[in-house]
């Protein structure tokens, strides 16, 4: 997901459509990598009855992170598309790579928690 982020943060400003799905293709398979392996360890303390409610309460709290992503990263390119100085398109196009700034930052907090997670559960 790093690597994803990276590479939309860099070539931000070039983007051409192979690159769009080549770069989001990458940061969605390291979302659902982390997802995955987050819905399996929250399900191995879990037992009996409660796993599928467990297994909805995580598919919720994916719903409303993604909601409230979308709503952070919007807010995030409309900053730059009030700016006075820039057109509203350079202003979406320098915003959204603000926003995948902030994204690599959060995805950064992932990769140190599933680390500090697993590395707990080889502990133990």
């Given amino acids: ?24 293709g990458i940061m969605m398979m390291g979302h659902r990598m982390s997802f995955s392996h987050t819905l399996a360890e929250s399900l191995k303390v879990e037992t009996g009855s409660l796993r ?31 700016k006075p100085a820039v057109s509203y398109s350079l202003g979406t196009a320098q915003g959204s790579q603000a926003a995948f700034i902030f994204t690599l930052i959060i995805s950064l907090i992932i990769l140190f928690s ?4 697993f590395k707990t559960e080889n502990n133990n």
């Fill in 114 to 117: 599933d680390w500090k997670m």
């Fill in 52 to 82: 599928a409610d467990a297994t909805a309460v995580c598919q919720t709290s994916q719903q409303l992170a993604g909601s409230i992503g979308t709503t952070v990263l919007a807010a995030i390119i409309a900053i730059w598309q009030k």
């Fill in 1 to 24: 997901m790093m690597l994803g982020c990276l590479l939309f943060m860099i070539f931000g400003l070039n983007l051409n459509v192979l690159m769009i799905v080549i770069f989001y």
